[in-house]
């Protein structure tokens, strides 16, 4: 009988390993990544960013390319994508329609911060010191949808009751980008930092953020937050090598809302 009962028992314990099946397959962990012409330069870009999560979570990270902002944006609203790397309007799109928010921030060696300025500038040999003086002058913007060199400057200008096209003489478009031009034309010598009038500053504008689904596990979230934080010495597409990426939060992107209702954008033609 004791014979029987343990042969009964060892075949009940078989029968539940075999209903229990194999070990469920960890999920991957899914990443958006901002849609660029050529996605395979862009998942070479990523990979070291990628490796790393996947090394430091011990979870399986899969990236993710849409043709654009607002497939990338539907993907996380349909839960197919866990994290993603949004521009900061598409952000402030992102964060009115899918359950995400911002995290964290990409801090990179070259320029030490996870924030730019925008800047209205003139030479100091034209004596122009204010914005009072350039009434009636040339405006040159960068592009119509140059964050920095067009939708800040404009939103800021409109906010002390100054209209552009009414305000200035002419308003054109460059065409290059102004943070790009500038450190090119003074690294050149070109023209000296000191040969230049700042007539109007922007507050922080804060750079593109790494996103994620609210209804995370908070645990992982911290992991996730925790393996991006040390991410470090590695090239994160053309923005140079990382410091690793630090904390930001949904209200840093307020100035971001605030520029686009004074604008009266469309974001989901915003690229």
Known sequence: MQRRSFFTLCLGALASVLLAGPAAAVPPLTVGLIPAEDSQAM????????????QQLGMPVKPFIATDYNGIIEALRSRKLDVAYLGPFSYVLASSVANVEAFAVAETKKSGRSFYKSLIITRKE??????EQLKGRTMAFVDPSSASGHLF?????????IDPNKYFSR???????????LAAAVAKGVVQQSELNV????PDIPESPMVWRKDLDPALKQKIAAAFA??????WGDQGVLNGFVPTTDG????????AKILNLDLKAMK
């Open 43 to 54: 998942l070479e870009n990523s990979k070291a960013v990628i490796d790393s999560l996947q």
């Open 126 to 131: 034209s004596g122009l010191q204010s914005l």
């Open 153 to 161: 400057p404009s939103a800021g200008l409109q906010k002390l009751n």
């Open 171 to 181: 308003v054109i478009f460059s065409g290059s980008h102004d943070a790009s031009i």
């Open 199 to 202: 007539v109007w500053t922007s």
């Open 230 to 235: 040390n991410i470090k010495d590695v090239k």
């Open 252 to 259: 840093a992107y307020d100035v971001v809302r605030e520029t």
